[in-house]
């Protein structure tokens, strides 16, 4: 599911941390107590608990033990610090959500009452921490999780590509004899072209000097008959 999501359940009786996915490898990276999450344009949620995993970003309500929201790395299209105080009067960490909808769609699709599609509509959210020295830290690992979960490369969009990079074409022409447009890029050592052989290059180039040296041997001869006669 992409965009914010609720997050209801909780580890150890529901007191605790969110799950996590451990065996497909998410592990927790940050955890800050007395952050504040403001949801579009929302009023701010009292603060609660925010985990940073390696797959997403989980904030926990500390007065409202069944109120929780999550959003996966994939769906964070952007993230950045805020400390320009008309557009928010304390520092935070500013992020917007791909939800994977169109304006109009979500609009049109959310049901009054429905919470779970009432989120689907939220583009953007702040976190604010009580100590605003915290908010570069947050920042920085972000970074590092967004770097963990890179944009997959649709199939279509991977089979149809005909465009190839220089090491593509190397990497297929290894081991195979050079192509015509590849000696044509260096049509100044085309002679004695042997494929590795220098010796053999060596002979066929001395072969063509040669050669020359006789037709000028066979053109000063006749030359001199004529002359002569």
């Known amino acids: ?75 964070v299209s952007l993230h950045a610090v805020s400390r320009d105080p008309e557009a928010y009067p304390h520092p935070c960490l500013y992020a917007q959500i791909d939800n994977g909808v169109e304006d109009d769609e979500s609009e049109g699709s959310t049901d009054e009452g429905d919470v779970s599609s009432d989120l689907s509509r939220i583009t953007e959210l702040r976190l604010v921490p009580s100590d605003p020295n915290q908010v570069d830290t947050l920042f920085q690992i972000f970074c590092e999780c967004a770097e963990l979960n890179p944009e997959p490369i649709e199939e279509e969009e991977e089979e149809h590509n005909w465009i190839f990079s220089a090491d593509q074409l190397e990497n297929q022409e290894a081991g195979e004899e050079e192509s015509e447009w590849m000696i044509s890029q260096n049509s100044t050592h085309t002679i004695g072209r042997s494929n590795g052989d220098h010796d053999l290059a060596h002979n066929v180039l001395q072969l063509q000097i040669n050669d020359q040296r006789f037709e000028d041997a066979e053109e000063m001869d006749s030359d001199s008959k004529n002359g002569h006669h």
């Open 1 to 75: 599911m992409s965009g914010l999501r609720l997050v209801t359940e909780r580890t150890g009786d529901g007191t605790g941390q969110p799950f996590l996915d451990t065996n497909n490898g998410e592990e927790l990276m940050q955890v800050q107590p007395g952050t504040t999450i403001v949801l579009g344009s929302r009023p701010p949620e009292s603060p609660g608990t925010l985990y940073i995993t390696t797959k997403q970003v989980v904030w926990l309500s500390d007065t409202d033990r069944s109120k929780g929201y999550a959003v996966d790395f994939l769906s």
